[in-house]
């Protein structure tokens, strides 16, 4: 993806990459699994994997650390909210646009349609992580292809 971004957009890319969890990040995983009800996928995902950061990919797609998404339920809590009923979530990422994707306590991912937490209204995106990852990996397959990445 990178070898003609610079061709094709004219800056530099800047970080792309899916990182390896190390040390850290698994007992962040091991935290996430001991506090609230936390998706047994999202723990296990994170067992494996530290962070996504593709940063290219339309306005860019970005899965927290683990350890981010610990600080930010510590801080916050769990983010309540409302679509056809009471959805409670955890946030584990952005898009570039200020958009939050939140794992939803049923397995569930969703995404804000604005950029605020306070009351966020949200659209269901995927019924579970793994799901949500392959629509990643669907848009950046795409984004390779032809430079376009549609709306996640």
Do not use: C
């Not at 995927?126 to 549609?150: K, P, S, W």
Request: glycine share 12%.
């Amino acid at each position: 993806m990178t070898g003609e971004f610079e061709n094709r957009h004219g800056f530099p890319p800047g970080t792309n990459e899916v990182r390896p969890a190390d040390h850290d990040d698994q007992a962040a995983a091991r935290g996430l699994a001991q506090v609230a009800h936390s998706p047994s996928d999202l723990v296990t995902f994170y067992g494996s994997i530290g962070e996504v950061t593709w940063a290219d990919v339309g306005n860019g797609y970005f899965l927290d650390p683990a350890i981010d998404v610990l600080q930010r339920l510590q801080e916050y809590g769990i983010v309540d909210a409302r679509t056809d009923g009471k959805v409670h979530g955890l946030v584990i990422g952005s898009n570039g646009g200020g958009l939050a994707y939140l794992a939803g306590l049923d397995g569930a991912i969703y995404r804000t349609r604005t950029a605020s937490l306070d009351e966020p209204e949200l659209d269901r995106v995927a019924d579970d992580l793994r799901q949500f990852l392959e629509l990643l990996v669907h848009f950046l397959t795409r984004f390779v292809a032809d430079g376009e990445t549609g709306n996640l």
